[in-house]
């Protein structure tokens, strides 16, 4: 608590921390008085890979145009360009006046005594301030009109032809109306959520764009809320037609209203959510009540969610049209409102490049020479002090005797339900279950593996048994916290080339509904629909311009996967279901004109997957729930394999908890590869191959990683480069990352770096699990609480000596294997990589 005082209310702000991590002009090399002047900084940087994403664009346009007015219209975390005109003096007035605590809330939560905290907050930081008027209140804003933006055109986007947005978006209330609030964010789920709302029917089924726009439904998180509705990946000449659906919508909500199932079914996943416990519980109440409290709204009504459940519950029994009046009075007769469009331009990125070099230019005319022998110096100075080792002494820390020397040990029991292996932990789960199924795929295909991400993401989504899908949909609502299918690839503990492939299957649900949920799985294995073309094309519009949109935003996690690809079998199979090669395979099945191969591959693919045999399942509920919940699971495993036409002999034994996967047949290669993308900065990744979690190396590696990433690379990359990882020059932190192994190698590192790097690899060690969670990494990856066990012990035995021979062993040059991968605009040098098709 004291270093958060001490940070928001009296930070250093010195002015060099502000050229650091704001910005500042550069000599590009700091220490050539002759290389050219540019702009350096953190968030300089970081806000240039922001606004790479068409999303994040249009997001902040939308706000800025919504509410031209007041602070909203400007962006908060500071346009590339308008940063270079902020000064030191600027930034510590700002600061003065709104990090004030006459500004500030302070929120706790946890089962500490809340004396000692207030006596603290008083005595380090109250005390020492008089009240002010911070002048924050935000006046209401007017709008009312029409706007157009433009941004980068994707490469991959499904259908290039097709890739301009439209959204309309509506001023609401004042968030500050806690009831009201409420009633307009499930007016919003009702009109947009989920295949059975009348605006996905309007606009997402006809096929016109490939998903909702980017921003979508209720915002509570400025002073007035918002609704936005339209779409994305659309062509210029529907615009109007698109216009036209929206209102005609509007005017049918307005006469039909919604089925009470659907109001039903909504309640029903509040009362979920309400029930089910997350690690950062407390957190997440924060931020759920900050907006509204900082607009001086009530934060403990807002808590009140059963009031507001039952408030609404009786006004709409005492008036039915309700919800009708509310659209026709917020969607209907409101004038405040904004239409934005945005169409990709072919030189937008040029443009943006021109005006930064204008801005740049412009900076650098004012200079006279002593100005830039000063700007020479004081880089240097910079330089001279990024270099320097702050001294952390003054920080309360805690030591590496802190920690628990043991982990808690989490007790499940395992069993078998119609030869199935099944793992139960009881846990104080709140009333909910939480099923979950890994089923294997190693008898799989090869050619079948790219579409696997694809036959997870629609198998519970194209309808199934007697459902069909905005039926089936309706039920998973009705009946379970959600149900849904993902990818799984398990490297083994013990062996690098091996590994376990598969999908898992997961859900929730209410105690009440346990045979329900049991039944909408059956259904799946049984007889799911892939027949439905349409429903299936919306679905692959939809998950292909996901991914898409992603990318930007995942940058890093693309470049890592690539960059691993050639180094394990299990991260080759991670490039084909989650990497670079997923998204271009999807852009793909998003051209073809005909589906029909597709279905009939998603067939074949669930004859090898939702088979008994391959199978092995979890369960965790409550000791009193847990004999019913045996009981279901079994019924659901007896009427899957009977409805399997070849019964094959059920296995008497569960020795093979594990069938560990297939051994690789490749050797593992060097590879460069470089994805031309348009975005203003580089993503690069290298990797290199080491041991498997059970190996004597593993733990001092951890430690090394942890060690290098905060002690070497996030200085050298971050802080003297100005990067914010999206890289200053590729080549340059690829020099960087070859003397962060230097570094390592030569041992420059002290007793007090490696005790800090055990403190941040034992935080996320031990960061709390959820009830709903725990027994999973046994579960999943056969990782046993014995395992944890030594595991832990050897991150504490870590020494200097072993962190320095792991780095000769595995690191050095002539040893190590390793992948690079670049995403990002090419260039000269780069152009001499291999391209990844």
Not at 211 to 232: C, H, M, N, R
Not at 641 to 650: G, L, Q
Request: glycine share 6%; aromatic share 8%.
């Amino acid at each position: 608590l004291s270093v958060y005082l001490d940070a928001a209310f009296f930070p250093c702000l010195r002015e060099q921390d502000f050229w650091q991590e704001g910005w500042r002009l550069e000599n590009e090399n700091p220490t050539d008085p002759n290389s050219p002047l540019v702009f350096k900084g953190v968030v300089f940087n970081e806000m240039k890979g922001a606004f790479s994403d068409n999303e994040r664009v249009y997001a902040q346009h939308l706000q800025n145009k919504l509410y031209p007015d007041h602070t909203y219209s400007v962006v908060s975390g500071g346009e590339p360009l308008a940063i270079p005109d902020l000064t030191w003096e600027q930034l510590k007035q700002f600061h003065a006046t709104h990090y004030h605590p006459s500004n500030a809330r302070f929120f706790t939560y946890g089962d500490l005594p809340l004396e000692q905290h207030l006596k603290q907050i008083e005595e380090e930081a109250l005390s020492k301030f008089e009240r002010i008027n911070p002048n924050t209140e935000v006046p209401p804003s007017h709008t009312g009109r029409e706007d157009h933006v433009t941004c980068s055109p994707d490469a991959l986007a499904p259908d290039p032809a097709r890739q301009n947005t439209l959204c309309v978006s509506y001023l609401l209330g004042d968030i500050t109306d806690t009831f009201e609030g409420f009633t307009l964010s499930l007016l919003s789920s009702l009109m947009i959520s989920g295949p059975n709302s009348p605006f996905y029917k309007a606009l997402i089924e006809p096929n016109i764009g490939t998903d909702f726009s980017s921003v979508v439904g209720y915002d509570g998180s400025t002073k007035e809320a918002s609704f936005s509705i339209g779409l994305q990946g659309m062509a210029e000449e529907d615009t109007e037609r698109v216009k036209q659906i929206i209102s005609q919508t509007i005017n049918d909500i307005i006469e039909s209203g919604f089925e009470e199932e659907r109001i039903d079914a909504l309640l029903h996943k509040i009362e979920i959510q309400m029930k089910h416990q997350s690690t950062n519980f407390g957190l997440s109440l924060a931020s759920y009540i900050a907006s509204s409290w900082n607009h001086d709204g009530d934060p403990v009504e807002l808590l009140q969610i059963n009031d507001s459940v039952a408030k609404f519950k009786q006004t709409l029994k005492e008036n039915p049209r309700f919800l009708q009046d509310k659209v026709k009075h917020y969607f209907k007769e409101n004038t405040h409102r904004l239409t934005l469009s945005m169409s990709p331009d072919e030189v937008y990125l040029e443009k943006q490049a021109k005006a930064e070099e204008e801005k740049l230019q412009k900076k650098i005319h004012a200079l006279s020479d002593s100005d830039k022998k000063d700007i020479y110096e004081k880089g240097l100075e910079l330089l001279a002090a990024q270099s320097k080792t702050q001294d952390a002494s003054c920080l309360p820390a805690l030591k590496v005797s802190d920690i628990e020397p043991t982990i808690p040990v989490t007790p499940v029991q395992i069993s078998t339900a119609v030869g199935v292996p099944v793992q139960y932990c009881e846990q104080p789960t709140n009333g909910l279950v939480y099923f979950r199924a890994m089923c294997s795929l190693n008898t799989l295909p090869e050619d079948l593996r790219l579409y696997v991400p694809l036959f997870c993401s629609v198998v519970t989504k194209m309808g199934c048994g007697g459902l069909d899908y905005r039926q089936q949909s309706q039920q998973m609502e009705l009946r379970t916290g959600g149900m849904s299918v993902s990818t799984q690839v398990v490297p083994d503990s013990t062996q690098l080339d091996m590994y376990e492939q598969g999908v898992l299957l997961s859900s929730s649900c209410l105690e009440r509904n346990l045979p329900h949920m049991f039944h909408l799985w059956s259904d799946i294995f049984n007889n799911p629909h892939f027949d439905e073309v349409e429903r299936l094309r919306v679905l692959v519009m939809m998950s292909a311009q996901e991914l898409a949109n992603g990318i930007s935003y995942s940058g890093h996690m693309y470049a890592m996967t690539r960059a691993g690809r050639h180094l394990t079998p299990a991260g080759d199979l991670n490039e084909t279901l989650g990497g670079m090669e997923q998204v271009k395979f999807m852009k793909r099945v998003a051209e073809l004109s005909d589906l029909s191969q597709v279905i009939r591959t998603l067939v074949r693919i669930k004859k090898h997957l939702l088979n008994p045999d391959n199978m092995r399942c979890a369960i965790n509920t409550t000791p009193q729930k847990m004999s019913d919940t045996a009981a279901q699971l079994e019924s659901f495993m007896k009427d899957v394999a009977d409805n399997r036409k070849e019964r094959k002999p059920v296995r008497s034994n569960i020795i093979e908890w594990f069938s560990t996967g297939k051994k690789w047949c490749q050797k593992p290669c060097q590879m460069k590869t470089f994805f031309q993308l348009p975005f203003p900065v580089h993503f690069i990744s290298e990797s290199i191959r080491t041991v498997p979690f059970s190996h004597h190396d593993y733990a001092s590696l951890c430690i090394l990683a942890r060690m290098m990433t905060a002690k070497f690379l996030h200085g050298e990359i971050r802080e003297k480069g100005g990067a914010y990882g999206g890289g200053p020059g590729w080549e340059e932190t690829l020099s960087a990352f070859r003397r962060g192994v230097d570094w390592a190698k030569s041992g420059q590192f002290t007793q007090q770096d490696i005790d800090e790097a055990k403190l941040s690899v034992f935080s996320a060690v031990d960061s709390p699990v959820a009830p709903a969670d725990k027994g999973m990494g046994r579960f999943l990856s056969g990782v046993t609480d014995e395992m944890k066990q030594n595991h832990r012990e050897r991150l504490f035995a870590v020494t200097h000596q072993s962190l320095v021979e792991v780095a000769e062993r595995y690191l050095g040059v002539g040893q190590r294997t390793c992948g690079v991968a670049i995403l990002g605009p090419e260039n000269e040098a780069i152009k001499k990589i291999p391209h990844g098709s």
